[in-house]
């Protein structure tokens, strides 16, 4: 069996560990280099954590996310200059998912944005594009009277996800959660907590920002309540299910927030950097397009592989794998705009083999829980 | 809902890359996956098999087996003609991980080089070969 040493790769002394680690270790977790940090991909088995995630509640520990906060007067007119989506629009206690865009539209990071005050934002940043955002921000907060502060080091991160998440998480900590796409100032471990109605797997649930120190213990309670240690590996076939971008997949400098389907989340009159690209790409179309498909047969698609429509390149998979939920494999492409539309036949040349699929619409999944809550 | 502990049956032979083979009188051999390949690749959720009467070359990859997150090749332990595929595992790929000597077997080979075997190693060796990889 060859290609192991690709599925394990060697875990070296210079990656950051998060407060968790010794919890992961406990739990047999299998460990992985990510992003500079030394993660659980999985404890039991991917298959079984997605599961527990859509049927249940799984928790991840997301520690090695960035955490950023801005505050002062001048934060609203920063952040309306650095982020896609109109921040204005955010209350008191809301959330709101952005870009990041260099001026010619390239999404630098996707990240979301916490009101925690009149005047006061916390930014939750990608790990891998955590201090190139820091820097980004360093150069363009020039002239707005605001405080742009690297605050990673102050928070554990725990994603408790799942229809039953919400309810557990409330028991467990003995705490009010804040709706979805809202944020709440809380105590857990007798310590100051944000808890976040927000996620990354198309289920409800809540992410929780907590002091280092205590995040072990909570860890625990969690776990004793009944929710699923889950890996890096179930959150991003869950978040594939979901059609929710991963930055380094399906976001990159080399594409506009247009072609990845973000539009939604660019304001263009908020004048962002990047939005004068973002207008023209809005307004002339793109080449290409972001669209999620479904392996009609056997086969699974994975990330770089050629799309094919009657032998034809016309894109590449950015994102593909066995979906857990539909038993089948799923991805999405970047391929040519006019054949982005669900119903499209399409061929995924998987490593020679080509397997037949079919453009679909988003979600790939749709979880009865998130239904219900719209 | 894999096999707790690692096993590697006295009566097989195995390949430096993880593979197994059972000798079948002198010129056939069934293959397969070790435990600790199928432990390493997690929970196996799609195999392609070769074409029957298809010519392998040991050393080589012959098929794919696949877990959620990878995609690994297998590789021959001896050169032969495919005489038969484990069809089975097209619609239970997991019995690659709960029971990999035995129903989850891959192929079974006609051998073009039975000698080949004598460079295979032993059940003992291949446990020391982990224990120092």
Same mark, same amino acid.
Request: hydrophobic share 40%; glycine share 6%; aromatic share 4%.
């Given at each position: 069996l060859a290609g192991l040493s690709n599925t394990l790769p060697r875990v070296t002394d210079s990656l950051r560990r998060t407060s968790l680690y010794e919890r992961h270790a406990e739990l047999g977790a299998k460990l992985v280099p990510f992003a500079g940090w030394e993660m659980p991909v999985t404890y039991e088995g991917v298959r079984e954590e997605h599961m527990a995630v859509r049927t249940h509640a799984g928790m991840f520990d997301v520690s090695h996310m960035g955490e950023v906060e801005v505050e002062g007067p001048g934060a609203l007119g920063f952040l309306q200059r650095v982020l896609s989506n109109d921040v204005a629009a955010v209350a008191l206690g809301g959330a709101q998912y952005s870009c990041l865009c260099a001026e010619d539209g390239g999404v630098l990071d996707d990240l979301f944005a916490y009101r925690l005050g009149g005047d006061r934002y916390l930014l939750v940043t990608n790990s891998a594009n955590h201090a190139a955002d820091l820097a980004w921000f360093g150069r363009w907060s020039r002239g707005f009277d605001v405080s742009v502060r690297d605050v990673a080091d102050r928070y554990a991160m725990l994603a408790v996800q799942g229809p039953h998440a919400r309810g557990i998480v409330a028991a467990a900590l003995e705490i009010d959660l804040p709706p979805r796409?809202?944020?709440?100032?809380?105590?857990?471990?007798?310590?100051?907590?944000?808890v976040c109605g927000t996620g990354y797997t198309g289920e409800a649930g809540v992410e929780l920002l907590i002091d280092p120190e205590i995040a072990p213990a909570i860890w625990? *309670?969690?776990?004793?309540?009944?929710?699923?240690? /889950?890996?890096?590996?179930?959150?991003?076939?869950?978040?594939? *299910?979901? /059609?929710?971008?991963?930055?380094?997949?399906?976001?990159?400098?080399?594409r506009n927030p247009i072609e990845a389907g973000l539009g939604w989340c660019c304001k263009e009159a908020t004048g962002f950097v990047g939005a004068e690209a973002v207008t023209r790409a809005r307004a002339e179309g793109t080449t290409e397009r972001l669209a999620p498909f479904k392996i009609e047969g056997a086969g699974i698609p994975r990330q770089g592989n050629p799309v094919l429509v009657g032998g034809e390149t016309v894109g590449a998979v950015a994102s593909g794998s066995f979906s857990p939920s539909l038993e089948i494999g799923i991805g999405m492409a970047y391929l040519r705009s006019d054949l982005a539309e669900p119903g499209t036949e399409? *061929?995924?040349?998987v490593r020679g083999k080509h397997r037949a699929a079919r453009i679909a619409s988003k979600p790939l999944y749709e979880s009865p829980s998130s239904r219900k809550e719209k | 809902v894999t096999l707790a502990d690692a096993s590697y049956p006295e009566d097989l032979?195995?390949?430096?890359?993880?593979?197994w083979a059972r000798l079948e009188g002198d010129e056939h051999a069934v293959f397969g996956i070790t435990w600790y390949a199928q432990d390493s690749l997690g929970e196996v959720v799609f195999y392609d098999p070769p074409e029957v009467g298809a010519a392998i070359d040991k050393d080589s990859?012959? #098929?794919?087996?696949?877990?959620?997150?990878?995609?690994?090749?297998?590789?021959?332990?001896?050169?032969?003609?495919?005489?038969?595929?484990?069809? #089975?595992?097209?619609? #239970?790929?997991?019995?690659?991980?709960?029971?990999p000597y035995r129903e989850g077997w891959l192929v079974k080979v006609k051998l073009t080089a039975p000698t080949e075997a004598e460079a295979?190693?032993?059940?003992?060796?291949?446990?020391?070969?982990l224990e120092n990889g």
């Open positions: 796409m809202h944020v709440a100032h809380a105590r857990v471990g007798n310590r100051p907590a944000l625990v *309670e969690l776990l004793d309540a009944g929710v699923v240690p /889950c890996g890096l590996g179930a959150r991003d076939t869950l978040r594939l *299910e979901a /059609c929710f971008h991963l930055h380094g997949n399906d976001l990159s400098p080399e399409i *061929e995924i040349d | 032979l195995y390949h430096d890359q993880h593979d990859s012959y #098929a794919e087996v696949e877990s959620v997150k990878a995609v690994s090749d297998v590789i021959a332990p001896m050169s032969g003609e495919i005489v038969e595929v484990n069809d #089975a595992l097209a619609d #239970a790929p997991e019995q690659i991980n709960e029971d295979l190693l032993g059940a003992e060796e291949y446990r020391k070969l």
